[in-house]
């Protein structure tokens, strides 16, 4: 795999992860680097994929350069420049031969204040549409269709964007395999409650035992892999890429969550604190001098927050992801009937909005203010932050605009509360905080 290149003295310079390189480090270049999936489509036809674009969008990427149409392209589907190599996506391995394939980084990599984070949900990444897009595009210049376009996954990718269907693509593809993970073929569609999530920032995995937002898998480099189980790779391919995982898991052992790069009311912060700590310190710990995490888990009732996430997983599923290979064939602690949704850590929480586990919230100010919470929003500025809501900067409906009730691209935009899966209700524990309070803890929210 490792791209390497011979110097005439005999020393190896290596693209790929290389020994000496810590393992974190190779983590990172494992996952931008190496392809864990099949092609989903090249590079020509991402070049060409404004032909499909609606007007005046399409016009003005006709008369653009390369550079500025790629641009225009990554802003569209949620695509942000990587740090070390502006010209590539985060989101996909590309190759030499010009060929890219999604990584973990499509969902697990955003970006806030214009600048990419590793790690930070991908609050834009617009799944359904790319695919659609580049679909279009294939068909235009006679190119074969993909694993993605041809639907191994007959199933919808993400109704919102920036958010995803990915913990149903984990139950209809584990649904064909057995404990080994060898792929079953006589086994009848698995029951699937489609619904979307928004992305967990991934600086959180540390503080964790137990992940996911039921949190019933124990953690584990294994289970980190449950999203390459395509039919492609089978069961020895597992086996071979789980040292690769271990750089991974090691790699997500070691983010740090991004500073809030304003300045802050270290007053009003402190006044926050005391609040907080009254307050909400219970469920998501302290953080500062002391810091602890009681990884608590609140009973779905008393949360009172979209509840599809929580029925969509069958306790036969949990099952037999614990049974499988994924769970140490039953040694990894499994909660096949856990009570409810697990408080997060917040620490960057200033960065990873929107929230709640479907991202149906656009800032920290409209967590606190239940009743305020809009039932349709739209971003309306991808670069700008909301330093007075902290969050999303976003226009608010009381209901979706015709323009988007008859475009399903269009419509994609916009949140909608009342759909299946999205709503905004819930967690009004903030209900015990004075108006005052508010104010503070949204000021000490800041420096976490
Ligand atoms: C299509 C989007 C998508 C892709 C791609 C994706 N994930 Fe996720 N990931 C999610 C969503 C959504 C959740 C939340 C699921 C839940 O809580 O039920 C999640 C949860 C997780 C968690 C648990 C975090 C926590 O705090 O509980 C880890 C760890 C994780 N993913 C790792 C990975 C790795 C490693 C890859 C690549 C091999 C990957 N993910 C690819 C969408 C994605
Ligand atoms: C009884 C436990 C409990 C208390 C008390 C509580 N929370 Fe939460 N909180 C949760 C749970 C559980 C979630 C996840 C809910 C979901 O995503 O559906 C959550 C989610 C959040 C989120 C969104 C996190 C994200 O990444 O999207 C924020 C912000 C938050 N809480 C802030 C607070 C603040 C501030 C307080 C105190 C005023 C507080 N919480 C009190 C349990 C609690």
């Keep these: 795999m490792s791209r390497c290149l011979l110097l005439l003295v005999g020393?190896?310079?290596?693209?790929?992860p290389a020994r000496g390189e810590s393992p974190a480090e190779r983590g990172y270049k494992f996952l931008t680097e190496k392809a864990y999936l099949p092609l989903d489509f090249d590079q020509a036809t991402f070049d060409n994929v404004w032909k499909t674009w609606p007007e005046p969008l399409r016009a003005k990427a006709e008369a653009a350069t390369a550079d500025e149409r790629r641009a225009l392209a990554f802003e569209r589907y949620g695509l942000t420049p990587r740090l070390d190599?502006?010209?590539?996506p985060l989101q996909y391995v590309v190759n030499e031969r010009g060929e890219w394939i999604m990584n973990c980084f499509a969902c697990h990599g955003g970006e806030v204040l214009g600048k990419t984070v590793p790690g930070l949900p991908n609050s834009r990444y617009a799944l359904e549409t790319l695919t659609e897009e580049t679909r279009e595009t294939k068909l235009l210049m006679r190119k074969p269709l993909s694993r993605m376009d041809l639907g191994y996954l007959v199933m919808p990718l993400g109704t919102t964007n920036g958010t995803t269907n990915a913990v149903m693509f984990g139950v209809a593809l584990m649904n064909f395999r057995d404990?080994?993970?060898?792929?079953v073929k006589d086994r009848g569609p698995a029951k699937m409650t489609h619904h979307d999530m928004d992305t967990?920032?991934?600086?959180?995995?540390?503080?964790?035992?137990?992940?996911?937002?039921?949190?019933?898998?124990?953690?584990?480099s294994r289970g980190l892999m449950q999203f390459m189980l395509v039919p492609e790779n089978n069961a020895t391919r597992f086996r071979q890429w789980e040292p690769d995982f271990e750089d991974v898991y090691a790699y997500l052992m070691s983010l740090e969550p991004p500073k809030y790069p304003f300045a802050v009311d270290a007053k009003l912060a402190e006044r926050g604190a005391a609040a907080f700590n009254r307050v909400c310190s219970s469920c998501h710990g302290t953080y500062g001098q002391e810091e602890t995490y009681p990884e608590k888990m609140v009973p779905i009732d008393t949360i009172?927050?979209?509840?599809?996430?929580?029925?969509?997983l069958s306790a036969a599923h949990r099952q037999s992801y614990g049974e499988s290979w994924f769970g140490h064939y039953g040694q990894q602690n499994t909660l096949t009937q856990p009570a409810g949704y697990v408080a997060p850590p917040l620490d960057g929480i200033w960065a990873s909005a929107p929230y709640l586990h479907n991202g149906s919230v656009p800032t920290l100010w409209h967590m606190l203010h239940v009743d305020e919470r809009p039932a349709v929003w739209r971003r309306t500025s991808v670069a700008d932050y909301d330093r007075e809501k902290v969050g999303l900067v976003v226009e608010t409906f009381t209901e979706l605009p015709p323009d988007a009730a008859s475009d399903k691209r269009l419509r994609r935009e916009y949140f909608q509360t009342k759909a299946f899966g999205k709503s905004a209700a819930g967690h009004e524990f903030v209900e015990e905080l004075t108006d005052e309070e508010k104010v503070a803890v949204l000021e000490y929210l800041k420096t976490l």
């Design 304 to 312: 009172g927050t979209d509840r599809a996430r929580f029925d969509a």
């Design 179 to 183: 404990a080994d993970l060898n792929l």
């Design 85 to 88: 190599d502006p010209t590539r």
């Design 11 to 16: 020393i190896t310079l290596c693209a790929a």
């Design 200 to 220: 967990p920032a991934w600086w959180h995995f540390k503080k964790k035992s137990h992940l996911y937002i039921d949190g019933f898998a124990e953690k584990g």
